[in-house]
């Protein structure tokens, strides 16, 4: 799962920059793909990617530390497209440092360097 996430995350700071130029069509592009890369691959890739991380095999996959990371940075995301879609990209382009955080903070979790390091 490892270069599924690594390939999303890519595409997630790509689509960054062009909210950063005022451009939303990358972003919309981004969310809207099922392609591997997108962030309909991410949501899958990172949720097992969030969950290879237990230390038994009876822990609640919520329980995780990681998963609670990863639905954290899900959550901003799905915060970043709403603004996104009712404000448009400089609005959205405003909220991506939350993100990045959020998203930081899970990579941390799942042993992966920070996103713009990868």
């Known amino acids: 799962y490892n270069e599924r996430v690594k390939e999303s995350i ?4 790509s689509a960054e920059k062009s909210l950063a130029a005022g451009n939303s ?3 919309k592009a981004f969310f809207a793909s099922e392609d ?3 962030w309909k691959d ?3 890739a990172g ?12 822990a609640a996959p919520d329980s995780l530390p990681s998963v609670k990371k990863y639905k954290a940075f899900a959550a901003e995301v ?3 497209q709403k603004l996104l879609k009712k404000k448009g990209a400089e609005a959205a ?3 991506f440092p939350k993100v990045e955080a959020a998203l930081d903070a899970w990579l941390s979790e799942v042993e992966l360097p920070p996103a713009r390091e990868l």
């Open 36 to 38: 591997a890369g997108s």
């Open 93 to 95: 382009s405003a909220e």
């Open 78 to 80: 799905e915060n970043l």
């Open 47 to 58: 949720y097992l990617l969030s969950n290879a991380f237990r230390r038994n095999s009876t």
């Open 10 to 13: 890519r595409g997630l700071l």
């Open 25 to 27: 069509q990358d972003a």
């Open 42 to 44: 991410l949501t899958t």
